[in-house]
């Protein structure tokens, strides 16, 4: 599975953009860049999901470029209850064995008011 | 959308007993759930890869006999922590993946097990 890299911790205040970038240089062609969110001493959500260029949702962005070795989470006008850790990963979704996910160690999203 | 439940959500309990924690996919099938144990100011740990009607896969350092697991139904799979001790004191949580589309993985809300 990819190794992902994220920074630690990121501050912002309301109604700002929040722009997290992934890093996964040795992402394989099957792979597909996965993001969480986690709230504390809650289970993992699933926010965003994709393979290439640009996927957009109703909470989020994710920009991919074409060489894939990277990516980038964007939560628009972010709230105080976008404060959470959010995961990168990266895996083969289809396949069995690439099911298994591998989390980093995630970026702490403080919102400020 | 799918949900994953997790009961208990909390428990304490004394050092040298047993704790089944028990994941539940409230509204799909899953053949395939996973456990996963987070430590505070930690990221989620895999611990072992659950499969209805099969042996489960441990990761690597994690004792098979400390920690037992059982999928016997496609919607139930439990993790009985035996003989625990206070660095078993975690944040355990499941997910279950869909038998569809992606194969994307849900989580459960997890449960806090505390052993005094």
């Known amino acids: 599975l990819a190794k992902t890299t994220q920074p630690i911790s990121m501050d912002s205040y309301e109604g700002q953009e929040v722009n997290i970038t992934c890093s996964h240089n040795n992402i394989a062609t099957n792979d597909y860049i996965t993001w969480y969110q986690q709230f504390p001493s809650q289970g993992p959500r699933f926010i965003i999901q994709g393979y290439k260029t640009k996927v957009t949702n109703e909470v989020a962005s994710l920009f991919i470029p074409a060489d894939r070795k990277s990516s980038t989470l964007s939560l628009p006008r972010v709230s105080l209850s976008d404060t959470a850790v959010y995961y990168c990963l990266v895996g083969d979704v289809i396949k069995a064995a690439g099911n298994k996910l591998t989390f980093g160690g995630g970026t702490r999203v403080l919102v400020k008011p | 959308g799918a949900v994953v439940s997790q009961h208990p959500s909390w428990v304490i309990c004394k050092s040298g007993t047993s704790v089944k924690i028990e994941c539940r996919s409230l509204d799909f099938q899953a053949t395939t759930m996973f456990w996963y144990r987070q430590f505070p100011k930690q990221s989620l740990m895999l611990m072992a890869t659950?499969?209805?009607?099969?042996?489960?896969?441990?990761e690597q350092g994690v004792e098979k006999d400390k920690f037992l697991i059982n999928h016997a139904s496609l919607t139930l799979s439990t993790l009985t922590v035996t003989s625990a001790h206070p660095e078993d004191s975690s944040f355990y949580i499941c997910?279950?993946?869909?038998?569809?589309?992606?194969?994307?993985?849900?989580f459960g809300p997890g449960t806090r097990l505390t052993v005094l």
């Open positions: 659950s499969n209805e009607g099969s042996k489960a896969t441990y």
């Open positions: 997910s279950a993946r869909v038998m569809r589309g992606n194969n994307e993985q849900f």
